[in-house]
């Protein structure tokens, strides 16, 4: 059993920072990408960044210069630092990675719970 696990949603004023965290927990071989989505109230969920094994990262165009995301690969950890942040950034942030569990199997998309990140003053 794999679970994504994310922390460090919350309320924050437009500008602001905020830095929301998932970790990968369970029983698995390797991950081979880890990165967050966002589904605001009435919308699609819309990747926001993403990043690979081959240190490849990509970011929503509305997002770009703003957000950074970094991994731990030690911790199976990935991280979403939100700097600047506006009103419409506002929407649950989901963890979403693409782990190996088997070598006999192929890798699997897995979802976290969602962290609700609202801007707002």
């Known amino acids: 059993q794999v679970h994504l696990v994310e922390s460090g949603g919350g309320l924050v004023q437009p500008g602001g920072s905020l830095r929301v965290s998932c970790v990968a927990e369970?029983?698995?071989?390797?991950?081979?990408?880890m990165g967050w989505y966002r589904q605001a109230p009435g919308n699609k969920r819309h990747v926001v960044a993403f990043?690979?094994?081959?240190?490849?990262?990509t970011y929503a165009d509305s997002v770009r210069g703003r957000f950074l995301i970094s991994r731990d690969t030690a911790k199976n950890m990935v991280y979403l630092e939100m700097n600047n942040l506006k009103p419409d950034d506002t929407g649950v942030y989901y963890c979403?990675?693409?782990?190996?569990?088997?070598?006999?199997?192929?890798?699997?998309?897995?979802w976290g719970q969602g962290t609700q990140v609202t801007v707002s003053s």
């Open positions: 979403n990675a693409e782990i190996l569990t088997s070598l006999l199997r192929p890798s699997g998309d897995y």
């Open positions: 369970g029983s698995f071989v390797s991950i081979n990408a």
């Open positions: 990043t690979r094994e081959s240190g490849r990262t």
